[in-house]
């Protein structure tokens, strides 16, 4: 069983920027998609941004496409997401998942999960 870490969240004021990290245990980082999800409470998961094992192919969700950046650093079992031009409504927790496979698309592949991290953005 993979243990996700996440860190990074924090207090930022609308327009700042935060960099998430996802730790992940295990020696086959490398062989899996990953990705980050958000849930506010009383609202659905939504998908964020996920990248297949080797970082070849990347994707977003609309709202935050052009603001917030998925990495990877296989030789560190970390993958990141940077995020810039934050606005309030993207505060809610952040949660870093695991793929089954290689892939990092559909969003409903991710069966893995960290405890999440709280971003708020104030206005």
């Known amino acids: 069983q993979v243990q996700l870490v996440e860190s990074g969240g924090g207090l930022v004021q609308a327009g700042g920027s935060l960099r998430l990290s996802c730790a992940a245990s295990g020696r086959t980082f490398n062989r899996y998609g990953m990705g980050w999800f958000r849930q506010a409470p009383g609202k659905e998961q939504e998908f964020v941004a996920s990248?297949?094992?080797?970082?070849?192919?990347?994707y977003y969700s609309d709202s935050v496409k052009g603001r917030f950046t998925i990495s990877r650093d296989n030789g560190k079992n970390a993958v990141y997401l940077q995020m810039n031009s934050l606005k309030p409504e993207d505060t809610t927790v952040y949660y870093c998942?695991?793929?089954?496979?290689?892939?990092?698309?559909?969003?409903?592949?991710?069966?893995?999960w960290g405890q999440g991290t709280q971003v708020t953005v104030s206005s």
């Open positions: 990248i297949s094992w080797n970082g070849g192919a990347t």
């Open positions: 998942a695991r793929s089954p496979s290689g892939s990092a698309w559909p969003p409903q592949l991710f069966d893995s």
